[in-house]
């Protein structure tokens, strides 16, 4: 039994473990934002930071100077994926930490209640099917679709759920048939398409950041910001849950309309990255799981950590996208496919062997 001494030198360390690690994240993201500015253009690090605050600054080259391109090129061509990638990241980490939590299972990410194949089917709709589910104008008829196609899954997930008082158990198995469902018509869809359309769809269903304009970035920036806060403020009845839900309802704690508020939570922030930016797997899986193998379970400090995590993750592997192809992008999530496979086999070989990664 550790003294008084003992445990305050423990928790100092652990403070110090959390602190290093959430500090070591958020350098390496400035290096690779730094470098993911630089690429292509010929210039250093350090330049396309010069240029980066430059321009924040308000600092004006002469019109078509070689100055001028390369900013133009970094805040119009760049810039905007980076950012889009950096809020994804930041939003999809963040509600696979609160899915597993709320879930209790380590296999659950922001896709579990079948929003990924909502999402896909209102996009796909859109593409192949010509159907629009909002007016929006026609420049977002496939990301309105997308959105509201994302929602659909979860709000079934939840009128059944209050229906037969599901467990988190029945809530995933009730997502995996509602996903079954969607990816069927998605199918039917696509074998009927041409040859035109099935590639727009297949490109869409992979996620990528290319084509990121700022016109995609205020939706999703509110949404996810706005939820990230709530996630935030959640976390102290997340970790009643973490104790088992006899222990979070002896503590006065609502678990089945704080599940099913989470729930809406994650389907929102969810909605509004994958409708712009397609289908990104991993992030909202490894991200939460590489966080607490090193600082611990507590969510105050996951959840955070976890959305700086999954944005170093996402604006990486889009920067691995851009180097390996001279010609065109390699779409995003082939890459994230590719190298968070290993990766998170790795982390379940561990947790066989009894390093738990949750």
Same mark, same amino acid.
Not at 265 to 270: D, F, K, S, Y
């Given at each position: 039994m550790p003294d008084e001494k003992g445990l305050v030198e423990a928790y100092r360390h652990n403070l110090f473990l959390k602190v290093v690690f959430i500090i070591s994240c958020f350098a390496v993201l400035m290096l690779v934002i730094g470098y993911s500015l630089a690429v292509g253009q010929g210039i250093t690090v350090s330049e396309s930071y010069e240029i980066m605050m430059k321009h924040l600054a308000g600092e004006i080259y002469p019109l078509r100077s070689e100055m001028w391109w390369k900013d133009y090129f970094i805040w119009n061509n760049v810039m905007p994926r980076v950012v889009v990638g950096i809020i994804g990241g930041c939003g999809l980490a963040a509600c696979g930490a609160v899915m597993q939590s709320i879930m209790s299972n380590p296999l659950a990410d922001p896709y579990t209640t079948g929003i990924s194949s909502g999402a896909c089917f209102g996009a796909v709709a859109s593409l192949i099917a010509g159907v629009s589910f909002a007016s929006l104008g026609s420049g977002y008829t496939t990301v309105t679709n997308a959105f509201i196609g994302a929602l659909v899954p979860t709000m079934i997930v939840i009128l059944i759920s209050r229906r037969i008082n599901a467990t988190p158990a029945t809530l995933i198995l009730i997502g995996v048939a509602i996903s079954y469902f969607f990816n069927a018509a998605v199918t039917l869809m696509m074998v009927t398409a041409t040859a035109e359309d099935l590639q727009a769809a297949y490109l869409w269903q992979v996620g990528t950041l290319t084509g990121m304009t700022w016109s995609s970035v205020p939706l999703m920036l509110v949404i996810t910001a706005a939820g990230s806060a709530v996630a935030m403020l959640f976390s102290k009845n997340?970790?009643? %849950?973490?104790?088992?839900?006899?222990?979070?309802?002896?503590?006065?704690?609502?678990?089945?309309? &704080?599940?099913?508020?989470?729930?809406i939570?994650?389907?929102?922030?969810?909605a509004? *990255?994958?409708? &712009?930016? $397609?289908?990104?797997? &991993?992030? $909202? %899986?490894?991200?939460?799981? *590489?966080?607490? @193998?090193?600082?611990?379970?507590?969510?105050? #400090?996951? *959840?955070?950590?976890?959305? *700086? #995590?999954?944005?170093?993750?996402?604006?990486?592997?889009?920067? !691995?996208?851009? @180097? #390996?192809?001279?010609?065109?992008?390699?779409?995003? $999530?082939?890459? @994230?496919?590719?190298?968070?496979?290993? !990766? &998170?086999?790795?982390?379940?070989?561990?947790?066989?062997? $009894?390093?738990g990664v949750y």
């Open positions: 997340m970790n009643l %849950l973490t104790m088992g839900e006899n222990s979070a309802k002896s503590m006065g704690l609502d678990v089945e309309q &704080f599940r099913m508020l989470c729930l939570m994650v389907a929102v922030m969810t509004a *990255i994958v409708s &712009f930016t $397609g289908i990104l797997g &991993f992030v $909202g %899986l490894i991200s939460p799981h *590489i966080t607490r @193998l090193v600082i611990g379970s507590d969510n105050r #400090v996951v *959840i955070p950590a976890s959305m *700086i #995590v999954g944005a170093l993750m996402l604006v990486s592997c889009d920067l !691995i996208s851009r @180097l #390996v192809s001279n010609i065109t992008d390699i779409p995003v $999530g082939v890459v @994230l496919s590719l190298l968070c496979s290993p !990766i &998170f086999l790795l982390m379940v070989t561990g947790l066989k062997r $009894g390093r």
